[in-house]
């Protein structure tokens, strides 16, 4: 049985840390027989899953495109969904879902939540693509906030979260993982590319609202990327959406983006509309050394100074503790699979 999970070029600690956690919930438990898969953490209910004889779904989500044409079928057994969302899309019963899987670091004793008083220092976790052309270790370093860098290992990423008083998080995993060290986090967003599906998929089995903050751009780079966005469909940001409009939302992109032009309309637009502009933007910098992301970068550090002000979220412990056994329990019966 083999874990499956999306695995970045340059590396992202949501999706890394399945490399290893499996393993220490389930020690020998795993191979490489890709005949029986296992999908981990992640939004990777997609058609791009590889084939199997049988596949095993346990707390992944969904968040982009279609499942495979044949989800559901004999071949199939979901142990569980991320969240309600995911369980909607899929046309899965309510007792379905959980909550993402990542809360069951708190189980792990490398992991084990620290006290208040074991905990210092705010930290902000962007989301990968933020790195493409945002400055944002300049905005946190203007805003006295430890910048994390969500492409370093995994458990170097999850260890300063833990140890953190609160975590200013843009990827929706730093807050997962913060919410599994009963760490309080801010939720915020440094793009329109941020999910608002994602995470309300994952704040619904909270029982927390999910209001993020918005940051804005970090470059002019950055800035012309986001506002392109729309354009070839990497919009995914919904303000004050509430579940059925982000259940709407997703169902009407999801059919828009299965049409046979898609795929070439996608090319160009991102092409016209982010790739020239943003090498051309670039080359002007490199060549007249100029600098055009001052008032960027001090507009950021402004809001994210406000946001470490913030008392932060954090699930009930009872809450949390009901998932926590709930995912206990869906490792029992997976073990079982074998």
């Known amino acids: 049985m083999k874990i499956y999970y999306y695995k970045s070029a340059h590396g992202n600690f949501g999706d890394d840390l399945n490399a290893w956690i499996w393993d220490a919930l389930l020690p020998g438990f795993f191979d490489d027989n890709e005949n029986v ?39 199939w057994e ?23 899987g990542a809360a069951l670091l708190n189980t792990l004793t490398e992991f084990k939540p620290l006290s208040e008083a074991e905990r210092k220092g705010v930290i902000f976790v962007p989301h990968h693509h933020a790195l493409v052309t945002g400055q944002w270790e300049k905005v946190c370093q203007q805003a006295g906030v430890e910048f994390v860098n969500p492409q370093s290992d995994a458990k170097t990423v999850i260890q300063k979260i833990r140890n953190a008083k609160l975590v200013l998080a843009d990827a929706m995993h730093a807050a997962i ?34 209001r993020p903050t918005v940051l804005g751009s970090s470059s002019l780079r950055e800035y012309l990327r986001d506002k392109s966005l729309c354009i070839y469909g990497e ?39 982010h790739r020239i502009p943003n090498k051309g933007v670039k080359v002007v910098e490199d060549v007249f050394n100029l600098n055009l992301n001052d008032r960027f970068i001090d507009n950021a550090s402004r809001i994210l100074v406000n946001a470490k002000s913030q008392s932060g979220f954090l699930s009930e412990n009872d809450k949390f503790n009901s998932n926590l056994d709930r995912l206990l329990n869906g490792i029992d019966r997976l073990s079982k699979c074998k």
């Open 37 to 75: 898969r296992v999908s981990g953490i992640g939004t990777i209910i997609t058609s791009a899953m590889p084939p199997a004889k049988k596949w095993y779904v346990f707390s992944s989500g969904v968040g982009y495109g279609y499942p495979p044409a044949n989800f559901g079928d004999s071949s």
């Open 235 to 273: 919009k995914y940001f919904l303000p004050d959406s509430d579940v059925e409009f982000a259940i709407k939302y997703f169902k009407k992109q999801r059919e828009l983006k299965n049409k046979k032009w898609w795929g070439r309309y996608q090319d160009v637009t991102q092409l016209v509309s």
């Open 177 to 210: 993982i913060a919410d599994a060290m009963r760490v309080p986090w801010v939720p915020l967003i440094t793009s329109s590319q941020i999910n608002t599906f994602k995470w309300l998929d994952w704040t619904q089995t909270i029982n927390l609202p999910y």
């Open 78 to 100: 979901t142990l569980c969904v991320r969240g309600p969302l995911s369980a909607e899309i899929l046309g899965l019963p309510k007792d379905k879902f959980i909550t993402d």
